[in-house]
């Protein structure tokens, strides 16, 4: 039995310890936001967070984790859709096909972790997942907005504390 | 209307309902849990398609939600969304209530094609659909009034509609398409159905949001690699890796004591594959798995081999087809004062699908489900039941989420054949078969590879007076689709872009014009990849027009101008990207312009393209102005998002897409050596949509066809240097 913590839940799992994370939180744990499309850690489609990083799931041996450290997939990244991402991408209609958009985001969220306000150069260095329908364009517009939606809502709370 | 009318009417309808069949329906967004449910009644229900349904294409509900069918596959084009717009807009509902979901395509055929075309691909999606869908949404509009109407007992005439509430003007009285929907399930539908005047549109060319974003922010969304159902089984494939080779045997003792391994089979007569417990597990079985192969004839192909085959043709006269002509090519040519002539080359390249192939099937010897991706239900269906050996009634397609399709998953169902073969051998058992990225990388139905040698002529006055195009090269038609092709012989679809007439008719009056093409077709499966033909052929013609230009001296934007006096559409395309760009303005300190327009899939497209290269040769994409008049614009934001992501697709092919062939098979095997763009090279794009109305273009494809010549236009202009081999990753743009 490995021991691991998938968004926030203690899970075991009886799996030989070479199975990539990829293919444990997708066929064993019924997680399947999280995708296969190159196997080699290069598309970025099957992005989680390990410990608030992100990390390409398809190159990470289920026996390289402990119990201690915090997985996130796209299924636990937010309760409702209201990630800052997740409200941005909504209101640009930022997926096409829509396979590569739990990774991407998974991707920025990494990012804006690192960095709350990032750059243009920020976001071409950290978000480097294929996307063949195209959406970089509104992906990054997507970021930008969702640091927007970040201040207002953190210019909201800072209002009510002071009322 | 007299009440026995109607109850005849129900009756017709009850019975059509009943005869539907048995199965899923699986609507557009199933969340997992959902589908283990839908799997665990174990197909028994009856079909979920949603009622009550005013007619094929209209459900509406009593809470006023309103189900829109879509016989047509949502791939990230944008369709599902436009063609709800489509129906909503004459059916005037409330638009903020407006759902959708698929029929089957055995449905259909039950229902004697009441949807029509499923085919999804020739960015057909809205224009080949406008028509019926909108009578559709009209004709229910007529039946839901006529409802109100009957149960007020007032004339319908005195009714009107908006937002799904109906008010009986003389009395003021409302009610709403939800109270009377299962009253106008019992109508007969109107003889004749109006269609609004476009001036009167309300919801057509408005930028909705999509209808389908939701569950594609958290991972809810099902894809076909996402689908399950209790006790499925996973496959792993591989196939021989040499075109049309075969499986000659495999040592499954090797693998067979693997961790959750139940079974190896053959499947058809050229590949094998591993039944595990879960993927992981076939494939990891699969790679360990001894096979030994015959591989046939093609076994020494190469790409240098496949060159020799089509220079041949660029000066043969044999199995030559003209696609255009007008004038004295020869004569014009003889007579110039100065011939221009140059000779290009377009690789294989592979659609590279994010989502890679897959299908789930379950077989018996009374009935066969797949649940898949496709571009196209009903061709799923007819390869779902070739392959079950069972007759198309007994047959279902139950058509999931496609993660990426660009042509690779329209006209081929391989993959659903497969997975069928490979159920077939476990009776009653569901198994889901999925390519890993390697096997889809190496079992392509890939862009064809032409070349093209094309020879103008200048007069004294440095016009053209000449244009010789001799393409070279394979035929898609004669591998994918022989009952196209023309009486003679010749692939029209070779031709796009240099048409005299039509969808995909040429931009330029020459007077003296030959367009060719010497078919010759190497034994690598060619197929419609995003774009087809137009793709090489708008670089073909667009840089070697800017090749002419430059020979005659003149500006391009002028040189093209000149021969567009008879292409207005087109003219005002390129137009509007040249003002827009600044062309003739002077441009940022080292910044290039270039520029490329074509009309293909009936619509009118233009770039100008501006980019830089270091003194290392580095290029550097910096802004792409496009327009585009698509006659209509149903949703000019997702337009926007098509021709943003046209530039993806097309400067990743122009940038980096190829597919060699060494030892008769394709020598990329992943994203590592048949890379696509990224976003740190992805241009600002600035989208000019200018529909002139009167006709109905596509989107999803046109675009593309403009971005690679643009490009190298303008790297000419940067460099001095005409690139006519592709993709650039090859080249050195500057010399060291």
């Known amino acids: 039995m490995i021991k691991l913590k998938i968004n926030g839940k203690p899970v075991a799992i009886d799996v030989d310890g070479s199975t990539p994370l990829l293919w444990v939180l997708r066929e064993q744990l019924g997680l399947t936001g999280t995708k296969y499309s190159c196997g080699i850690g290069l598309c970025g489609s099957c992005t989680v967070h390990i410990d608030g990083e992100a990390a390409r799931s398809c190159m990470v041996p289920l026996s390289s984790l402990d119990a201690s450290q915090e997985v996130t997939t796209i299924e636990g990244l937010s309760a409702d859709n209201n990630h800052p991402l997740q409200q941005a991408w909504k209101q640009l209609d930022v997926p096409q096909c829509g396979y590569c958009q739990p990774g991407m985001i998974m991707s920025a969220a990494a990012l804006l972790k690192d960095k709350p306000d990032p750059s243009d150069t920020d976001i071409d260095a950290s978000v480097t997942n294929i996307c063949r329908c195209g959406t970089f364009n509104r992906v990054r517009s997507g970021i930008h907005l969702a640091v927007q939606i970040s201040k207002g809502a953190k210019d909201q709370n800072n209002g009510e504390d002071a009322s | ?736």
């Open chain 2, 1 to 736: 209307m007299t009440k026995e009318r109607i109850n005849v009417s129900r009756r017709e309808f009850l019975v059509k309902s009943t005869a539907l069949g048995t199965g899923f329906s699986l609507g557009l967004s199933l969340p997992l849990a959902s589908s283990a449910a839908l799997g665990a009644d174990d197909g028994a229900s009856a079909s979920a398609l949603s009622e009550p349904e005013v007619n094929a294409w209209v459900v509406v509900q009593q809470d006023d939600t309103v189900i829109i069918r879509i016989a047509r596959s949502e791939m990230g084009q944008g369709t599902l969304t436009g063609l709800a717009q489509l129906v909503a807009e004459e059916l005037e509902c409330d638009w903020s209530k407006v759902t959708t979901e698929y029929p089957t395509p055995g449905q259909n055929l039950a229902r004697d094609k009441v949807w029509r075309s499923f085919s999804t691909g020739g960015s057909q999606g809205i224009r080949g659909s406008h028509d019926y869908v909108r009578k559709g949404g009209a004709v229910a509009r007529h039946m839901l009034i006529e409802a109100a109407a009957e149960q007020w007992d007032v004339d319908m005439g005195e009714c009107t509609v908006a937002d799904s509430i109906i008010t009986h003007e003389p009395s003021g009285r409302t009610t709403s398409y939800g109270q009377v929907a299962a009253l106008a399930a019992e109508m007969f539908p109107p003889e004749h159905a109006e269609l609004k005047d476009p001036k009167d549109w309300k919801l057509i060319g408005q930028p909705v949001k999509r209808l389908d974003t939701d569950d594609k922010l958290n991972g809810k969304q099902v894809f076909g690699f996402d689908f399950t159902m209790p006790d499925m089984l996973n496959a792993a494939i591989k196939a021989c890796p040499v075109f049309g080779g075969k499986l000659k045997s495999f040592d499954d003792r090797k693998v067979s004591k693997m961790p959750g391994v139940h079974k190896v089979v053959a499947v058809n007569d050229d590949a094998v594959a591993v039944v595990a417990d879960t993927w992981w597990q076939a494939n990891t079985a699969l790679k360990a798995l001894p096979i030994t192969w015959d591989e046939g004839p093609n076994a020494k192909l190469s790409s240098a081999a496949i060159d020799e085959m089509l220079d041949e043709g660029l000066s043969s006269s044999d199995n030559v087809f003209v696609g255009n002509q007008n004038g004295d090519v020869d004569k014009a040519l003889k007579t110039a004062a100065n011939k221009v002539e140059a000779t290009y080359r377009y690789p294989y390249q592979n659609h590279a699908t994010m989502e890679p192939m897959n299908a789930t099937a379950r077989w018996t010897k009374d009935k066969c489900e797949v649940w898949c991706p496709t571009q196209n239900g009903e061709a799923a269906l007819e390869a779902a039941a070739e392959a079950a050996g069972l007759p198309i009634e007994q047959c279902d397609v139950y058509k999931i989420h496609l993660g990426g399709g660009f042509g690779r998953r329209g006209a081929f169902h391989d993959y659903v054949k497969q997975a069928v073969a490979i159920a077939k051998q476990l009776p009653g058992t569901p198994v889901k078969l999925l390519w890993s990225r390697e096997e889809d990388m190496a079992h392509g139905h890939y862009h064809p590879i032409t070349k093209c040698k094309l020879t103008g002529a200048l007069d004294d006055e440095s016009n053209l007076t000449g244009l010789h195009v001799r393409i070279s090269g394979q035929s898609i038609l004669a591998s994918v689709r022989p009952e196209w092709m023309a009486s003679n012989g010749a692939d029209p679809v070779t031709f796009q872009g240099f048409q005299a007439d039509g969808d995909h008719a040429i931009s330029y009056t020459v007077p003296n014009l030959l367009v060719d093409h010497a078919m010759r077709n190497p034994p690598v499966p060619p197929g419609f990849w995003r774009g087809v033909n137009i793709n090489q052929n708008a670089i073909y013609i667009e840089c070697f027009i800017d090749e002419l230009a430059h020979a005659a001296g003149k500006d391009p934007l002028e040189f093209r101008r000149k021969l567009m006096a008879d292409h207005p559409k087109s003219l005002a395309v390129l137009d509007a990207v040249a003002e827009k760009a600044g062309w003739g303005k002077p441009a940022a300190e080292g910044v290039h312009r270039g520029l490329a327009v074509v009309k293909t899939f009936a619509s009118y497209v233009a770039a100008c393209a501006e980019v830089s290269v270091n003194a290392d040769g580095k290029l550097n994409i910096h802004r792409i102005v496009a327009a585009t008049d698509p006659g209509y614009a149903v949703n000019p934001q997702q337009i926007e998002a098509q021709v943003e992501g046209s530039f993806v697709f097309g400067l990743s092919a122009l940038l980096y897409g190829e597919c060699t062939i060494e030892d008769g098979a394709v020598v990329e095997s992943n994203f590592h050596d048949y890379p696509s763009m990224l976003i740190e090279e992805m241009p600002k794009v600035d989208v000019i949509v200018m529909p002139s109305g009167g006709f109905w273009g596509g989107i999803g494809e046109p675009t593309i066809a403009v971005a690679a010549p643009a490009v190298l236009n303008a790297v000419f202009a940067a460099t001095g240097k005409r690139i006519r081999q592709f993709p650039l990753a090859n080249i050195k743009l500057r010399e060291a």
